[in-house]
């Protein structure tokens, strides 16, 4: 159903040999669905969620001068890497689940640009997210819905962080998302 579909301008900044700054690009980037890799598919209701992947840092500091040649968009990138922040768009279709209830092992940053969504931790509480509304998710295992009648976007940026230890000492690990979003993490 392309009326799911709503594309972003992204401008993407650089320096040059002489620290001058310019516009590095200026692209459209498309919603696809993760799960029809390699070909990324734009997504549908029955395929739940698309995806935006904006960018990727592959290092934390970010190393601002790493040339442009990997841009994320279009490629599989784990939910959370552990080399650096990403940042992406997440569009969910009304009445569709965004993913299962997983853990990253991440500091995430989430803003509701339209729609609402329910985010529900893994004892079962939830809240509901409006237009605007952001969430600081910090490591808990997690699941988001959309139960509303119109697409729901957030813009999610994901910080590489410390497990979490519990009280007898063991670290959680991350846990998958479900067949719909789970890439292997590669060691690039």
């Not at 698309?50 to 040649?69: C, E, K, T, W, Y």
């Amino acid at each position: 159903m392309t009326s799911l579909i709503t594309p972003v301008r992204r401008v993407l900044t650089a320096s040059d040999s002489q620290g001058k700054g310019y516009f590095a690009s200026d692209d459209v980037l498309t919603p696809y669905d993760p799960t029809t890799a390699p070909e990324f598919s734009p997504p549908t209701e029955k395929s739940g969620f698309g995806v935006v992947q904006i960018h990727r840092s592959r290092s934390f500091p970010a190393d601002n001068q790493r040339p442009l040649d990997d841009d994320p968009h279009r490629t599989l990138v784990p939910l959370a890497d552990t080399k650096g922040p990403s940042a992406r768009i997440i569009d969910l279709p009304p009445h569709q689940e965004g993913g299962w209830m997983h853990r990253t092992i991440s500091l995430d940053y989430c803003v509701v640009l339209s729609g609402s969504v329910v985010f529900i931790i893994d004892g079962g509480e939830e809240k509901i997210l409006n237009q605007n509304d952001i969430i600081v998710t910090r490591g808990v295992d997690h699941a988001w819905v959309n139960r509303g009648d119109t697409m729901a976007r957030v813009f999610v940026v994901v910080v590489p962080s410390l497990p979490i230890v519990t009280a007898d000492g063991s670290k959680l690990e991350k846990t998958p998302a479900g067949p719909i979003y789970d890439p292997e993490e590669k060691d690039d």
